[in-house]
């Protein structure tokens, strides 16, 4: 068996950012979160462009045990520049979100790293195994087979210093969010035909 790691820089970042609104009257309840979701959706177009990778992940209407509504309207977040994300935090915070996580990082090259990984754990397999079988006096003379399992861990972000910014003559942190790296690992298990 061998294996090996390989570590990306993830560049894009997916953010979940809920808005939750609640009122007496079900059509009360969706227009309220109608309008801060709106709000919300413009400020992140603020912070990342008009083009910016927004999408609705989930919408609910329910009544709530205090014979009220509650509107839930989660939307999916895709930030091509991690540098970016605690600004769209701190913007959806501000304009009306009241339910901000789920970070996930990716990254375009896992595939190219997911080879290199799996080249390296195969590599090492095969050394691992000649070496067992030289211990045992026998020499390798074909491979009968090789599985592998691989997949992509992502490091958890990590907090970091916040930048200061300007606000109404008062200076604010950022959010502080580091994207950190992503973990590709592989492990290859293969069998050989040995003689002596």
């Known amino acids: 068996m061998g294996e090996a790691t390989v570590e990306v820089r993830p560049d894009q970042t997916r953010l979940r950012i809920g808005v939750v609104s609640t009122a007496g009257a079900a059509e009360r309840a969706s227009a309220k979160n109608a309008e801060r979701t709106s709000e919300v959706i413009a400020r992140v177009r603020e912070v990342l462009g008009q083009d910016a990778d927004i999408r609705t992940s989930n919408y609910s209407l329910t009544k709530t045990f205090t014979d009220g509504y509650a509107a839930n309207n989660t939307l999916e977040v895709r930030v091509h520049d991690p540098a970016l994300m605690g600004k769209v935090i701190d913007a959806s915070a501000k304009s009306g979100a009241n339910v901000i996580g789920g970070i ?60 200061a910014y300007k606000k109404s003559g008062k200076a604010a942190a950022i959010t502080p969010v580091e994207a950190g790296a992503i973990e590709v690992r592989a492990q290859v298990v293969v069998t050989l035909e040995v003689a002596p």
């Open 104 to 163: 996930d990082s990716s990254s375009l090259d896992e595939q190219d790293a997911r080879s290199q990984a799996l080249g390296q754990a195969a590599a090492r397999a095969r050394a691992n195994a000649e070496a067992m079988a030289n211990a045992l006096g026998l020499r390798v003379v074909r491979v009968l087979e090789a599985e592998t399992s691989a997949a992509p861990v992502p490091i958890p972000m990590l907090a970091g210093p916040g930048r």
